[in-house]
Structure formats: C-alpha cells, structure tokens
C-alpha cells in the first residue's frame, strides 16, 4: 500500500499560502555548490573499510591531559562500556511501558538516588542533556517557582555555562543583575568554582533566602562531591551538574550528561522524566515513570520544560561507573586527584609560578606563568604530548588533576618547564 503524507495538491496550496512559486525558491539563497552532488568515493568491502578507518585513526596523538575547564578526563572501568552495549539498555531514551522496561527503570531510578545521596538532596530527575542547560533548566524552575524574574551569579561560573544561560534568559525574558533584591528569581555559585577553588556557600544560600530567592549550586566536577560538603547541607534548594565524570570519556564535547536534584517542595517543579518505585497488585516490587502530570506531553506550555527525550544511556554509565567505583573507590578518586593537583602546584610554585588561588582549591587550579613564557611554555609542552592546561590572559593558565595524572607524568611536566625557561 502506497502512502504519501502530501500531495501535489497539497504542495501547491501550501507554496501559495506562503507566497512562493516552487520549493527551490525556499532555497535560492543558498550557495550554487550546496546543491552539487557529493563527491564520493566508492564502495568499500568491509576489509577495505577497516583499513582506511585504521589509517585515519593513526592520524590520532595521545597525550597527557592537565586540561579540565569542564571535561574531566577519569579512569572509566571496562565494565561501563560493555554492559551499556547491551540491547537492553542500548537507547537515549527513558522508556515508557513500564511493564517491558523494569530493567532501565530500575537502573534510573538507582541514578536518582546516587545523584541525591551525593548532592544531599530529596528527589533527582532521571537526567538532562548536560550540565550548562541543567543550569539553564534550573533558573526557568526558579522563575517559574517564584515568579521573578532577575538573576544573580556569583563570580567563578564556567564562561561556557554563562553564555548558555544568557541565550536561555533572553527566550524566557529574565535579566542577569549583580546585586540580590527583592525581584531576584535565584542566586547561582559552582562550587568548585570554574578556576578549582571551594566556596564557603552557606552565607550566599542565607543572603537568597533572605529576598525570597533560591540558591542553586552548581557541580562541574562532580567527583568532588566524594570529598566536600554536599550543597545540600549548606542551603542549597537546586543542585545542578554535569556527571561526565562519572563513566563518560572526554570525547569531542559530547554526549554528556546533566544531572539535577531539588529538595521535595519542588518537585511539581522539576523538569524531565521521573522514576519511580511502587508495588503491583500482587505486591510485587516495580519500578515507573511518576508524577508526569508535571511535563509538557501533558501540561503543555504551562509546563516548566519542554525537554522529553534526555540522555538515559549516559545516565546508566554513570550508574554503572558508582556502582562499579562504590563508596571507597569514588572517595579515593577524589582523593587522588586532590593530591596530584596540590603536588602539581606545589613544584611549579618552586619554579617561579604565581599560585593565584586564595582559597582551598579541589583538582583544578590556575597559575601565572613568568611573565612571557607562557605561549612557548605550552607549545613546548604540546610538542612532547602534553595538554598542559587551558590558556588564559596575561600568563595565566588552568591546570587540572586526576587519578590519571601520576607522579612521574607529573614530574615530566615540570622538567619540561624547566627546559623551556
């Protein structure tokens, strides 16, 4: 049976409704060689295929990260990757037919619980796209919760997280101030802070709480979450976060994975799906999708996110990865990573580096280099397979730490430096 979704007719009525004579008219402003055909090579037999993938591949250099701003590079075990190639988790989506789907569930539901026990809040969603539109995700929250409509940032929040937020509050027609009154929807802190430092948050959650606002917190590097405070216990009302950390490999930006926690009088608030734990009518424990008169399929533009599709298969690799990790494994992560940073520091300062960090810092920190050095400084060190940080004005630089970064990489690294200078 033949089914076509328009006609000719159909075409023509619609071309004249809009004013147009044929569809190429829609297209007329693009460039001529767009609409050339693609210059293609021929087809390969799988031998010939998987040749020409391993020459492209060997084009790839490793190198040694001591770059994070945001992407983390942390030992994954094995075991995540395979276990999420299974054909029973092996979908971006949260499944909807509960009754053919307990196994996911079941995985996002432990998701929502680590997230909550980490963060130290009540209730978690099942994941969003990644952290900065959490962020994004979280301010509309607050602005829906409240009514309000200004936002207070305080200083030290990734760039890249800002200009996010920026395109997400001139949609929803919210300002960005610098001071906290009575028309301030919520104040946002990243702790640690995008140059590493920890923040003391409880005085910033009292002073929003004080207008009537929201605090939220958000976590960049979550595996900092095994050793610090959890927000949840300083004041925070919203936590908010990217969980790349948690199983997922530095890979040209994506996918990633958001994550968000809210204390339980929010919860008609948060956005995304939602898992559940209930019983059947035999007492059978069973795992579902709630509380969904809250979303948009079903509250439509009065919802306070349009997000549907999220990014489950992240979200169960990083579930996978705690569960793998446990209690002791995660803290000795951050343990780890902590220690490297500080070491790191520690011997540049020794030969010549500014520490500009004032307060404690977790993995990351930023230096300023002898005053020139730094452009030839990092080109030294990228020519001998070294990412030794992310370059910011006037000598200045931001250098990370994890579990990978051993003592003797560590030591490669400031004799390097040593060379160049």
């Not at 701003?69 to 030992?75: L, M, Q, R």
């Not at 250098?399 to 430096?417: F, G, M, R, W």
């Given at each position: 049976?033949?089914?076509?979704?328009?006609?000719e007719?159909?075409?023509?009525?619609?071309?004249?409704?809009?004013?147009?004579?044929s569809?190429?008219?829609l297209?007329?402003?693009?460039?001529?060689?767009l609409?050339?055909?693609?210059?293609?090579?021929?087809?390969?037999?799988?031998?010939?295929?998987v040749?020409?993938?391993?020459?492209?591949s060997?084009?790839?250099?490793?190198?040694?990260?001591?770059?994070g701003?945001g992407?983390?590079?942390?030992?994954?075990?094995?075991?995540?990757?395979?276990?999420?190639?299974?054909?029973e988790?092996?979908?971006?989506?949260?499944?909807?037919?509960?009754?053919?789907?307990?196994?996911t569930l079941h995985?996002?539901?432990?998701?929502?619980?680590?997230?909550?026990?980490l963060?130290?809040?009540?209730?978690a969603?099942?994941?969003?796209?990644?952290?900065?539109?959490?962020?994004?995700?979280?301010?509309?929250?607050?602005?829906?919760?409240?009514?309000?409509?200004?936002?207070?940032?305080?200083?030290?929040?990734?760039p890249?997280?800002?200009?996010?937020?920026?395109?997400?509050?001139?949609?929803?027609?919210?300002?960005?101030?610098?001071?906290?009154?009575?028309?301030?929807?919520?104040?946002?802190?990243?702790?640690?802070?995008?140059?590493g430092s920890?923040?003391?948050?409880?005085?910033?959650?009292?002073?929003?709480?004080?207008?009537?606002?929201?605090?939220?917190?958000?976590?960049?590097?979550?595996?900092?979450?095994?050793?610090?405070?959890?927000?949840?216990?300083?004041?925070?009302?919203?936590?908010?976060?990217?969980?790349?950390?948690f199983?997922?490999p530095?890979?040209?930006?994506?996918?990633?994975?958001?994550f968000?926690?809210?204390?339980?009088?929010?919860l008609?608030?948060?956005?995304g799906?939602?898992?559940?734990?209930?019983?059947?009518?035999?007492?059978?424990?069973?795992?579902v999708l709630?509380?969904?008169?809250?979303?948009?399929?079903?509250r439509?533009?009065?919802?306070?996110?349009n997000?549907?599709?999220?990014?489950?298969?992240?979200?169960?690799?990083?579930?996978?990865?705690?569960?793998?990790?446990?209690?002791?494994?995660?803290?000795?992560?951050?343990?780890?990573?902590?220690?490297?940073?500080?070491?790191l520091?520690n011997?540049?300062?020794s030969?010549?580096?500014e520490?500009?960090?004032?307060?404690?810092?977790?993995?990351?920190?930023y230096?300023?280099?002898?005053?020139?050095?730094?452009?030839?400084?990092?080109?030294?060190?990228?020519?001998?397979?070294?990412?030794?940080?992310l370059?910011?004005?006037?000598?200045?630089?931001?250098?990370?730490?994890?579990?990978?970064?051993?003592?003797?990489d560590?030591?490669?690294?400031?004799?390097?430096?040593?060379?160049?200078?």
């Amino acid at each position: 049976m033949n089914y076509s979704p328009i006609t000719e007719n159909d075409k023509e009525e619609m071309l004249k409704r809009i004013g147009v004579r044929s569809i190429n008219d829609l297209i007329m402003d693009l460039k001529p060689s767009l609409n050339e055909k693609l210059d293609l090579s021929k087809p390969m037999s799988e031998l010939e295929l998987v040749e020409h993938l391993r020459n492209i591949s060997q084009k790839n250099k490793i190198m040694k990260y001591f770059i994070g701003a945001g992407a983390y590079n942390h030992y994954i075990p094995s075991a995540v990757h395979h276990l999420i190639m299974r054909g029973e988790f092996l979908t971006g989506y949260t499944p909807y037919q509960a009754e053919m789907n307990q196994g996911t569930l079941h995985t996002m539901y432990e998701f929502q619980s680590f997230i909550c026990l980490l963060t130290g809040m009540d209730i978690a969603n099942a994941s969003l796209y990644e952290g900065s539109s959490a962020l994004a995700e979280a301010v509309l929250l607050c602005s829906s919760y409240n009514g309000r409509n200004c936002i207070c940032i305080k200083e030290g929040l990734n760039p890249q997280y800002l200009e996010v937020l920026k395109t997400y509050c001139e949609g929803a027609d919210l300002k960005i101030v610098n001071e906290i009154n009575n028309k301030t929807a919520c104040v946002i802190a990243q702790n640690p802070d995008f140059y590493g430092s920890i923040e003391n948050l409880q005085y910033v959650a009292e002073q929003a709480h004080k207008v009537g606002a929201l605090f939220i917190t958000c976590v960049v590097e979550p595996t900092s979450l095994a050793i610090l405070e959890p927000p949840g216990n300083y004041g925070a009302d919203i936590v908010v976060g990217e969980g790349q950390s948690f199983g997922i490999p530095v890979n040209f930006g994506g996918p990633y994975l958001g994550f968000m926690a809210v204390k339980s009088f929010l919860l008609k608030k948060i956005p995304g799906r939602i898992c559940g734990m209930t019983t059947d009518s035999k007492g059978n424990k069973g795992f579902v999708l709630t509380f969904q008169a809250r979303e948009q399929h079903i509250r439509r533009e009065r919802a306070t996110s349009n997000i549907t599709t999220n990014v489950a298969l992240m979200a169960i690799a990083s579930t996978i990865y705690l569960a793998l990790m446990g209690r002791k494994g995660l803290i000795n992560v951050a343990k780890l990573s902590y220690s490297r940073a500080h070491l790191l520091q520690n011997k540049l300062k020794s030969i010549g580096f500014e520490a500009l960090n004032k307060k404690p810092f977790y993995n990351e920190f930023y230096m300023k280099a002898p005053s020139g050095s730094l452009e030839n400084i990092s080109s030294n060190l990228l020519k001998n397979g070294i990412l030794g940080g992310l370059d910011l004005d006037e000598d200045k630089i931001l250098i990370c730490c994890t579990e990978l970064n051993t003592v003797q990489d560590i030591e490669s690294y400031v004799s390097l430096l040593k060379e160049t200078k």
